[in-house]
């Protein structure tokens, strides 16, 4: 799905690469890279929930923070697709960058590189992207009241003043379903649930168009999941926000996405719509996350196929198919050689040298 030919494409990533540099001895010499991120491509149209799964350490929350360019990434291209009716501030923001970013390109018709920004111009559009954090303990401030929390970004980006402020996030907690008058306790007076709505009542603050969700339920007890998971499926019907959803299983995802990526060290494996992901898997990595996920058909007999050991270490991936130590159907050419990616017509994608000969199981989703 090209940005520049789709309307409907609100973030192309293109070729994603994040290396961090590994260093050694008195004089810090880089002896190696972890390869977190290593050429990810996808897209997300607006609207639309991504999910993005994998185990721990696959690169999803790096992945994420390249796009809310908390890190530069090392390679690659985040294009975001502007918003037609940008405010004044925007408007004249956008000449100054248009004006000495043309040359590299950073804009082509309304569609901005992200990743070519520097800290100076990402200001005005790092409000577009938000992200939602996978530990409402830590993510939060505990010296800050939830009426400073949330209030942050309006005082970096707008001129807005205190009683304005008050009034706007007394709106964006009901939003959440927070009582306003609460906003001026500290985050220690709630419990994880409530924590996490502070997190998306500051990640709305600004309008965002996209937002990152890392893991936004994965730290709450199971009785809560829903309630936040469906508080965000509100907030998208009524605001027509993109998300980008990452679980570490797809169980969380299935419900909530349109379409679906796995990833796994640093790669994305297999991407197509969520029900053709969940009914006919095309890479055995699918396949095996697949197995753990519950079944709407209990008579159904399925096997679970258990992962064994880790994911390896990005800093010294397996040759040839990263996964093929751990797949129960890799032959010698998983070994050798890098699978390519092969995509069918209605965009279900995967890389694995033996997508024409196997059939895999998936799971029964309505
Ligand atoms: N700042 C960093 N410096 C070095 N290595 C990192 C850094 N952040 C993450 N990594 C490594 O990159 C890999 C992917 O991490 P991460 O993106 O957190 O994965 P996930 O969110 O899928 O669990 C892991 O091996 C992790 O140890
Ligand atoms: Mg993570």
Redesign the pocket.
Known sequence: MNIHENHHVLLEVRNLKMH?PIRRGLFKKVVGH?R?VDGVSFSVKKGETLGLV?E???????AGRCIVRAYSPTEGEILFREEESLTEDMRKLKVHINSHRRKDNATQGDVIDFARLQQDDLRAYRREIQMIFQDPYSSLNPRMTVLDIVSEPLVIHTQKKSAELKDHVADLLRKVGLRPEYMNRYPNAFSGGQRQRIGIARALALHPRLIVCDEPVSALDVSVQAQVVNLLQDLQAELGISYLFIAHDLSVVQHVSQRVAVMYLGKIVELAESKALYRVPKHPYTEALLSAVPSTNPDLKRERIVLTGDVP??SNPPSGCAFHPRCRYAREICKKETPPWVETLDGHGAACHLVNELSLTGVNVE
């Open positions: 961090f972890v977190a994998g721990s350490g696959c690169g999803k929350t790096t270490n990005p």
